[in-house]
């Protein structure tokens, strides 16, 4: 038996109305178009997309995934039209091609929708629906349809005509005429949770008073605030003309319930042609592309999202007994991630749920009863682990697959090679990867990524890895996005592939570029990608703009990322011998510029400057070894000779330059105390003091450490603060704040002890010795370890005593710290 001979007569089309990934709404569907078996089905969606259905049952096409649209000039303008396993347009489509039955979109054509979010004057329209109205990404797209009341704004088109009356939400209308004041707990009560034994004779017969009830809020709410509605049912309408004069009545329409009583309403065509002459038209291209649950989810920024696609999934998927399954899962998310949750868990919190279900009056636990059971019994009232049933289930990782077949930009098509070549698989969850570059398919992939950065396409981060920090390993994390797809195809106007896409950026941002740090770090991201075809380019660039700029700010900011890239050029194996030239040429030039610079300066310029310093010291410390530069450390370290023993250098400056002295063994112990000493006398103004001690012991990394090993610096810190005046302590409490809580806990605890016991002979404390410099106090403090009596007291169950203030004379250091 066929299927057309199957089939049950309908008189007129069949007007499935119904909410945009709802399970409810999917079963009622698939129920209704085996009872009535259409000769067609038509679908609200971009008619553009006819060509790319076939591909839908295709075994590699694996939901979610969501066809996507943009203008062939202007690949940034794009839209999404999502779809989940459980979206009653991808069962509708899914039914018509295993049926060998007709299927087509039938909404506004791409070409127009994309054309008039161009050109729109404001956002797009909002629509109405349980939950948020369409948003734009952040692409500036507007992406699928509207969530709650089968609306949608696939289209992506902007207002067309005048400012929005009040949206009308008629899910939320339906709700509380029910007396609910909650539009999702109504519509999982009424349609997600009906039970299988109260399904009607006739499986059409929900969609009739769908109809009925939108009918009757559209009687009331005219368009509920979204014009350009008109335009989309006008349409919808022409087109299921057209299928009614090849078809007859034998057609099921798949559409928002919102457009129900619009299809259904009687217009002529002149009028539905006159909403649609005169629009906008931009050439269109469209495609599939994988989807993911967590981009279906509201909070995600999608406007047309739903609060639970993994438990919408779940329910959809879930052939009996949805609370068990769903408890067997969560159960086993948590069991991976240690937590010890037995079989009794499962079962307690199956029977919480369907108890609370029936203390709320619902026909079947839902989630929220299914939350609160889990939370109560498999994670003992937290919400920290409850946070990873959230991320992981409720809403869900899951990523769709699209086929090789589908169309694709030809970048696309290459960057898909190099993932496959490099086993490099996009994944919607977030991951670290750690590349070594010394093997050869770690080192490719880390080029792919930084070629992708310097494009765009953001797929992957650099992050701090664990173990070696050597510049042979990379860590990277990875998580792929939907509207990555984009940014993909805006690429593809620099190349067909991804090294060409980026050696042609690179080199016009060369050319482009009119600041050095641009340039600098631009040569950095070629070196990293490996673009050796743009690196002439930029080169040039950087020589010119190095000979004409004088700012030794700019140069300073400029000299780390060469540094960086010739140390990369190492490890890469790459020619960077033009790149050391330009590089010793700006820290020769810093040499020369960078004492004049440091004088007059107000306090965030000298902070600015201490941190270009920082930089460039750093800088030429990579540069020594890469570059013939045998002279340059030894010219450093007259400048900062230089800068230490100014009087006119700001005191963060001058403390910064003698640390980086020390550090480096060019200034013995004793004139580094000298330094201090006079920084710290009593003829210097309070402020500048504290600054010195900024730039000495602040910033970089040990300071604390240097004053906890070497107790004469500690004491003459200690010394100048226990004389600032009352007056003049809380003007520099902030800045000594500041640096003392950059330190680590540990550091400061350290420091505190150190203060008050008091430094001895040999840096060791032994009781009733005398005092190594002003400030410490001798022998052992009895009054601190005193303290400790009232926890030991505490402990023991013994009556407690009054706690003993301790006496020092520590407090102005320990306020600072």
Same mark, same amino acid.
């Given at each position: 038996?066929?299927?057309?001979?199957?089939?049950?007569?309908?008189?007129?089309?069949?007007?499935?109305?119904?909410?945009?990934?709802?399970?409810?709404?999917?079963?009622?569907?698939?129920?209704?178009?085996?009872?009535?078996?259409?000769?067609?089905?038509?679908?609200?969606?971009?008619?553009? &997309?006819?060509?790319?259905?076939?591909?839908?049952?295709?075994?590699?096409?694996?939901?979610?995934?969501?066809?996507?649209?943009?203008?062939?000039?202007?690949?940034?303008?794009?839209?999404?039209?999502?779809?989940?396993?459980?979206?009653?347009?991808?069962?509708?489509?899914?039914?018509?091609?295993?049926?060998?039955?007709?299927?087509?979109?039938?909404?506004?054509?791409?070409?127009?929708?994309?054309?008039?979010?161009?050109?729109?004057?404001?956002?797009?329209?909002?629509?109405?629906?349980?939950?948020?109205?369409?948003?734009?990404?952040?692409?500036?797209?507007?992406?699928?349809?509207?969530?709650?009341?089968?609306?949608?704004?696939?289209?992506?088109?902007?207002?067309?005509?005048?400012?929005?009356?009040?949206?009308?939400?008629?899910?939320?209308?339906?709700?509380?005429?029910?007396?609910?004041?909650?539009?999702?707990?109504?519509?999982?009560?009424?349609?997600?949770?009906?039970?299988?034994?109260?399904?009607?004779?006739?499986?059409?017969?929900?969609?009739?008073?769908?109809?009925?009830?939108?009918?009757?809020?559209?009687?009331?709410?005219?368009?509920?605030?979204?014009?350009?509605?008109?335009?989309?049912?006008?349409?919808?309408?022409?087109?299921?003309?057209?299928?009614?004069?090849?078809?007859?009545?034998?057609?099921?329409?798949?559409?928002?319930?919102?457009?129900?009583?619009?299809?259904?309403?009687?217009?002529?065509?002149?009028?539905?042609?006159?909403?649609?002459?005169?629009?906008?038209?931009?050439?269109?291209?469209?495609?599939?592309?994988?989807?993911?649950?967590?981009?279906?989810?509201?909070?995600?920024?999608?406007?047309?999202?739903?609060?639970?696609?993994?438990?919408?999934?779940?329910?959809?998927?879930?052939?009996?007994?949805?609370?068990?399954?769903?408890?067997?899962?969560?159960?086993?998310?948590?069991?991976?991630?240690?937590?010890?949750?037995?079989?009794?868990?499962?079962?307690?919190?199956?029977?919480?749920?369907?108890?609370?279900?029936?203390?709320?009056?619902?026909?079947?636990?839902?989630?929220?009863?299914?939350?609160?059971?889990?939370?109560? +019994?498999?994670?003992?009232?937290?919400?920290?682990?409850?946070?990873?049933?959230?991320?992981?289930?409720?809403?869900?990782?899951?990523?769709?697959?699209?086929?090789?077949?589908?169309?694709?930009?030809?970048?696309?098509?290459?960057?898909?090679?190099?993932?496959?070549?490099?086993?490099?698989?996009?994944?919607?969850?977030?991951?670290?990867?750690?590349?070594?570059?010394?093997?050869?398919?770690?080192?490719?992939?880390?080029?792919?990524?930084?070629?992708?950065?310097?494009?765009?396409?953001?797929?992957?981060?650099?992050?701090?890895?664990?173990?070696?920090?050597?510049?042979?390993?990379?860590?990277?994390?990875?998580?792929?996005?939907?509207?990555?797809?984009?940014?993909?195809?805006?690429?593809?106007?620099?190349?067909?592939?991804?090294?060409?896409?980026?050696?042609?950026?690179?080199?016009?941002?060369?050319?482009?570029?009119?600041?050095?740090?641009?340039?600098?770090?631009?040569?950095?991201?070629?070196?990293?990608?490996?673009?050796?075809?743009?690196?002439?380019?930029?080169?040039?660039? =950087?020589?010119?703009?190095?000979?004409?700029?004088?700012?030794?700010?700019?140069?300073?900011?400029?000299?780390?990322? =060469?540094?960086?890239?010739?140390?990369?050029?190492?490890?890469?194996?790459?020619?960077?011998?033009?790149?050391?030239?330009?590089?010793?040429?700006?820290?020769?030039?810093?040499?020369?510029?960078?004492?004049?610079?440091?004088?007059?300066?107000?306090?965030?310029?000298?902070?600015?400057?201490?941190?270009?310093?920082?930089?460039?010291?750093?800088?030429?410390?990579?540069?020594?070894?890469?570059?013939?530069?045998?002279?340059?450390?030894?010219?450093?370290?007259?400048?900062?000779?230089?800068?230490?023993?100014?009087?006119?250098?700001?005191?963060?400056?001058?403390?910064?330059?003698?640390?980086?002295?020390?550090?480096?063994?060019?200034?013995?112990?004793?004139?580094?105390?000298?330094?201090?000493?006079?920084?710290?006398?009593?003829?210097?103004?309070?402020?500048?003091?504290?600054?010195?001690?900024?730039?000495?012991?602040?910033?970089?990394?040990?300071?604390?450490?240097?004053?906890?090993?070497?107790?004469?610096?500690?004491?003459?810190?200690?010394?100048?603060?226990?004389?600032?005046?009352?007056?003049?302590?809380?003007?520099?409490?902030?800045?000594?704040?500041?640096?003392?809580?950059?330190?680590?806990?540990?550091?400061?605890?350290?420091?505190?002890?150190? +203060?008050?016991?008091?430094?001895?002979?040999?840096?060791?404390?032994?009781?009733?010795?005398?005092?190594?410099?002003?400030?410490?106090?001798?022998?052992?403090?009895?009054?601190?370890?005193?303290?400790? +009596?009232?926890?030991?007291?505490?402990?023991?169950?013994?009556?407690?005593?009054?706690?003993?203030?301790?006496?020092?004379?520590? &407090?102005?250091?320990?306020?600072?710290?």
């Amino acid at each position: 038996m066929t299927a057309r001979t199957a089939r049950t007569a309908v008189t007129g089309p069949l007007l499935l109305g119904v909410r945009h990934h709802g399970p409810g709404s999917a079963r009622a569907v698939l129920a209704a178009l085996d009872a009535a078996r259409p000769g067609a089905v038509l679908i609200e969606g971009p008619p553009e &997309g006819d060509a790319l259905l076939p591909l839908a049952a295709d075994p590699r096409m694996r939901p979610p995934v969501a066809l996507l649209a943009h203008a062939v000039d202007d690949p940034g303008l794009a839209a999404f039209w999502p779809m989940a396993e459980f979206s009653p347009e991808w069962v509708a489509i899914r039914w018509a091609l295993a049926h060998d039955v007709p299927v087509r979109f039938i909404d506004l054509p791409a070409a127009h929708s994309l054309a008039l979010k161009e050109t729109a004057a404001g956002p797009p329209g909002p629509g109405p629906g349980a939950g948020t109205p369409d948003e734009p990404d952040s692409l500036g797209d507007t992406e699928g349809d509207e969530d709650g009341d089968g609306r949608d704004g696939g289209d992506g088109a902007g207002d067309l005509r005048g400012p929005l009356s009040p949206a009308v939400d008629p899910i939320g209308v339906l709700a509380r005429t029910a007396g609910y004041d909650d539009p999702e707990r109504w519509w999982e009560d009424v349609v997600e949770h009906r039970a299988s034994d109260g399904v009607p004779a006739d499986p059409r017969a929900p969609f009739a008073v769908l109809a009925e009830a939108m009918t009757a809020l559209r009687e009331v709410y005219g368009d509920g605030g979204h014009p350009r509605d008109a335009v989309r049912e006008a349409c919808m309408r022409i087109q299921l003309r057209a299928a009614r004069k090849e078809f007859g009545d034998d057609i099921a329409v798949v559409c928002g319930a919102w457009h129900v009583p619009a299809l259904a309403a009687r217009t002529t065509v002149t009028a539905d042609r006159a909403l649609l002459k005169g629009l906008p038209k931009v050439r269109a291209e469209l495609t599939w592309v994988p989807w993911t649950h967590r981009r279906l989810a509201r909070h995600s920024g999608y406007g047309a999202g739903i609060d639970s696609p993994g438990w919408y999934g779940h329910l959809f998927g879930a052939a009996d007994r949805p609370v068990e399954r769903w408890m067997t899962k969560v159960a086993g998310l948590l069991r991976g991630e240690d937590r010890f949750v037995s079989t009794a868990h499962v079962i307690e919190a199956v029977r919480l749920a369907e108890t609370l279900a029936a203390m709320r009056g619902r026909p079947l636990a839902g989630l929220g009863e299914a939350t609160d059971a889990v939370r109560a +019994v498999m994670c003992e009232g937290s919400d920290v682990p409850l946070a990873l049933v959230q991320d992981r289930l409720i809403v869900g990782e899951t990523l769709g697959e699209v086929p090789d077949s589908a169309p694709a930009v030809p970048l696309q098509r290459d960057l898909t090679r190099q993932q496959r070549t490099l086993r490099l698989k996009p994944e919607a969850l977030e991951r670290e990867v750690d590349l070594d570059l010394r093997k050869d398919t770690d080192a490719a992939r880390s080029r792919l990524l930084h070629r992708l950065r310097l494009l765009a396409v953001g797929w992957g981060e650099t992050t701090t890895g664990r173990g070696s920090t050597g510049t042979f390993r990379e860590s990277w994390r990875l998580r792929w996005e939907p509207e990555l797809h984009v940014r993909v195809a805006e690429a593809g106007v620099w190349g067909t592939t991804v090294l060409s896409a980026a050696t042609a950026k690179a080199e016009s941002e060369a050319v482009s570029a009119t600041a050095l740090s641009e340039v600098t770090a631009l040569a950095e991201r070629c070196l990293l990608a490996e673009l050796p075809e743009a690196l002439p380019v930029v080169m040039r660039a =950087l020589a010119d703009r190095a000979a004409l700029d004088a700012d030794v700010g700019h140069l300073a900011d400029a000299l780390p990322a =060469l540094a960086r890239s010739l140390r990369y050029g190492d490890v890469r194996s790459t020619d960077t011998a033009a790149l050391g030239e330009v590089a010793a040429g700006l820290a020769e030039r810093i040499c020369v510029g960078l004492p004049p610079a440091c004088t007059g300066l107000d306090a965030d310029g000298a902070e600015a400057l201490r941190r270009q310093m920082d930089g460039v010291h750093t800088a030429i410390g990579l540069l020594a070894g890469a570059v013939p530069a045998g002279e340059l450390r030894e010219r450093w370290a007259a400048v900062l000779r230089k800068l230490a023993g100014r009087d006119t250098v700001a005191g963060v400056i001058r403390g910064r330059a003698t640390r980086l002295l020390l550090d480096e063994g060019r200034l013995a112990e004793d004139e580094a105390a000298l330094l201090m000493g006079l920084a710290l006398s009593p003829g210097t103004p309070p402020p500048d003091a504290a600054a010195w001690i900024e730039g000495f012991v602040g910033g970089a990394a040990g300071g604390g450490m240097l004053l906890v090993h070497d107790e004469r610096l500690l004491g003459l810190v200690d010394a100048w603060l226990t004389g600032v005046p009352a007056d003049t302590f809380t003007d520099v409490l902030p800045l000594l704040r500041r640096t003392f809580s950059a330190y680590e806990p540990g550091v400061r605890r350290t420091l505190g002890e150190l +203060v008050r016991r008091g430094p001895a002979p040999g840096g060791h404390q032994h009781g009733g010795m005398d005092p190594a410099a002003p400030g410490f106090g001798p022998g052992l403090d009895g009054d601190r370890a005193d303290a400790v +009596v009232p926890v030991l007291r505490l402990l023991l169950g013994l009556a407690p005593e009054p706690a003993v203030q301790d006496g020092t004379n520590a &407090g102005k250091l320990e306020a600072s710290a």
